[in-house]
């Protein structure tokens, strides 16, 4: 079979796909929704829970406009029908329009808060859809009239032909001036008062960030309290970092790095919701100099092998987003303002140079999120850090004296062996740089590590 091809229209998100329908004497036979061959031809993976179909009698039926709190990739098994579709959601496409007739070799996957509407032009045409969320008899719709002349619909049979079958629900629908938007779906925040929390607050500052007390990974319990059936998007920020102290404080390295990202994964699954996973480098041994996404999990530490854990659960649900990032510097207590500290105290610090990476600046870290979100990217893996050469801790300290008036010689270089004597420390990978090829290919491009330093020191 061929592959189908994809169309965008005027309206953000939604994409006619032309199918292939191979016919002889007995029929006809298509794949009406193929997931390999669609999501590589560049369609959302939806997560399909439930297949409708409408069986519309006679010639002239019309229903709609309807925006459904979830997305939906509509066809028809048999006849023809005349579709029409409105953006009623939040924002500057809101009430652009778009028409397209479907036959059987024609599909169009409508996002969230995209009215959606039909007119029947065959007798026996059956109208079928498939959705990812279960219909309740709570979700809200947005509708608007499906005759408001400022929609400017070119209905083939026009709606004051006898002909026509219409609800006086749909008759009584409000013109597009007295429709209020469709909000956009709620994100939860969890973990939102550290370096990444606070940074993903900032690019989705209508998102809700509960306070621990309200929602814990660590505790089962509170998870399981916990309501996630509003959300449309989770964002987990929340981990245990503390590296050296991991090695013995194992019980809640695991809950939060392990156990938490399990439990959330598995509300992601039952709750239908697309699940976002901060993860780290140190889920890799290091002995690569460039990790790609696609690596074996070779964790070092306890702390590595609790998020190396978290990692295979969090895959385990099927709309993740599973960002492996490094060396993050963001509001509070962090790398570059100790070094910007010890410049300014007039101290001249000794700073491992045996270990090499690229800083991720938590903002840059939030508009990667905010990206793969925003471009419906294929779920799974994305290494996520600043552009630019990977340098060593040591590199790094001296570019922070450098900018802050200070000789770059005032920082010294050591190993790793050396900077760990007499100390109990974890072990760490001795190369961290990850690659940044499959994000690229999204369309993002990381700013320059170097340049987001600079604007870094500079606030």
């Given at each position: 079979?061929?592959?189908?091809?994809?169309?965008?229209?005027?309206?953000?998100?939604?994409?006619?796909?032309?199918?292939?329908?191979?016919?002889?004497?007995?029929?006809?036979?298509?794949?009406?929704?193929?997931?390999?061959?669609?999501?590589?031809?560049?369609?959302?993976?939806?997560?399909?829970?439930?297949?409708?179909?409408?069986?519309?009698?006679?010639?002239?039926?019309?229903?709609?406009?309807?925006?459904?709190?979830?997305?939906?990739?509509?066809?028809?098994?048999?006849?023809?029908?005349?579709?029409?579709?409105?953006?009623?959601?939040?924002?500057?496409?809101?009430?652009?329009?778009?028409?397209?007739?479907?036959?059987?070799?024609?599909?169009?996957?409508?996002?969230?808060?995209?009215?959606?509407?039909?007119?029947?032009?065959?007798?026996?045409?059956?109208?079928?859809?498939?959705?990812?969320?279960?219909?309740?008899?709570?979700?809200?719709?947005?509708?608007?009239?499906?005759?408001?002349?400022?929609?400017?619909?070119?209905?083939?049979?026009?709606?004051?032909?006898?002909?026509?079958?219409?609800?006086?629900?749909?008759?009584?629908?409000?013109?597009?001036?007295?429709?209020?938007?469709?909000?956009?779906?709620?994100?939860?925040?969890?973990?939102?008062?550290?370096?990444?929390?606070?940074?993903?607050?900032?690019?989705?500052?209508?998102?809700?960030?509960?306070?621990?007390?309200?929602?814990?990974?660590?505790?089962?319990?509170?998870?399981?309290?916990?309501?996630?059936?509003?959300?449309?998007?989770?964002?987990?920020?929340?981990?245990?970092?503390?590296?050296?102290?991991?090695?013995?404080?194992?019980?809640?390295?695991?809950?939060?790095?392990?156990?938490?990202?399990?439990?959330?994964?598995?509300?992601?699954?039952?709750?239908?919701?697309?699940?976002?996973?901060?993860?780290?480098?140190?889920?890799f041994d290091g002995t690569l100099e460039e990790h790609p996404e696609d690596e074996p999990l070779?964790?070092?530490?306890?702390?590595?092998?609790?998020?190396?854990?978290?990692?295979?659960?969090?895959?385990?649900?099927?709309?993740?987003?599973?960002?492996?990032?490094?060396?993050?510097?963001?509001?509070?207590?962090?790398?570059?303002?100790?070094?910007?500290?010890?410049?300014?105290?007039?101290?001249?610090?000794?700073?491992?140079?045996?270990?090499?990476?690229?800083?991720?600046?938590?903002?840059?870290?939030?508009?990667?999120?905010?990206?793969?979100?925003?471009?419906?990217?294929?779920?799974?893996?994305?290494?996520?850090?600043?552009?630019?050469?990977?340098?060593?801790?040591?590199?790094?300290?001296?570019?922070?004296?450098?900018?802050?008036?200070?000789?770059?010689?005032?920082?010294?270089p050591v190993s790793t062996e050396e900077y760990g004597a007499g100390k109990d420390l974890a072990?760490?990978?001795?190369?961290?740089?990850?690659?940044?090829?499959?994000?690229?290919?999204?369309?993002?491009?990381?700013?320059?590590?170097?340049?987001?330093?600079?604007?870094?020191?500079?606030?």
């Open positions: 079979m061929s592959v189908p091809t994809l169309d965008t229209t005027p309206i953000p998100g939604l994409l006619v796909v032309t199918l292939d329908v191979h016919g002889d004497n007995r029929g006809w036979f298509k794949e009406n929704w193929q997931r390999a061959k669609m999501t590589a031809l560049g369609l959302p993976d939806f997560g399909p829970v439930q297949q409708n179909d409408s069986y519309n009698s006679a010639r002239g039926v019309t229903r709609g406009v309807h925006a459904e709190p979830w997305d939906k990739f509509a066809s028809v098994a048999t006849g023809r029908a005349y579709g029409a579709w409105v953006d009623l959601r939040e924002g500057p496409s809101f009430g652009t329009t778009y028409t397209h007739e479907l036959a059987p070799d024609t599909a169009v996957f409508v996002p969230r808060g995209v009215g959606n509407a039909y007119q029947v032009l065959e007798d026996a045409t059956v109208y079928s859809y498939l959705v990812n969320a279960h219909w309740r008899p709570d979700a809200g719709y947005t509708e608007v009239n499906l005759a408001d002349p400022t929609l400017a619909i070119d209905w083939p049979i026009p709606l004051d032909d006898p002909s026509i079958q219409l609800s006086q629900k749909d008759r009584d629908n409000p013109a597009l001036a007295n429709v209020t938007p469709m909000a956009a779906a709620p994100v939860l925040v969890v973990g939102g008062s550290g370096q990444v929390g606070t940074a993903l607050r900032r690019a989705f500052p209508a998102a809700h960030a509960p306070p621990r007390s309200e929602l814990d990974l660590a505790d089962p319990d509170s998870v399981a309290r916990f309501d996630f059936s509003s959300y449309d998007v989770v964002l987990n920020a929340a981990a245990y970092t503390a590296v050296d102290a991991a090695e013995t404080d194992r019980r809640d390295a695991w809950a939060a790095n392990a156990t938490g990202p399990a439990l959330l994964a598995a509300q992601a699954t039952r709750n239908g919701f697309t699940l976002v996973h901060v993860s780290s480098d140190y889920v070779s964790p070092l530490g306890v702390y590595g092998q609790s998020k190396a854990a978290g990692d295979l659960a969090v895959s385990a649900t099927p709309r993740h987003y599973l960002l492996r990032t490094t060396w993050v510097v963001g509001d509070g207590h962090n790398f570059v303002r100790t070094m910007q500290r010890l410049a300014r105290d007039g101290v001249s610090p000794s700073v491992v140079a045996d270990q090499v990476g690229r800083l991720t600046f938590a903002d840059e870290l939030a508009r990667a999120v905010r990206h793969l979100l925003d471009k419906r990217a294929p779920y799974g893996t994305y290494n996520v850090t600043n552009g630019g050469d990977a340098d060593s801790w040591a590199g790094f300290a001296q570019a922070v004296f450098t900018a802050s008036g200070r000789s770059a010689d005032d920082v010294s072990p760490r990978p001795a190369h961290s740089a990850l690659s940044l090829a499959k994000i690229r290919a999204t369309g993002f491009e990381p700013r320059d590590v170097l340049e987001d330093l600079e604007a870094y020191l500079s606030t």
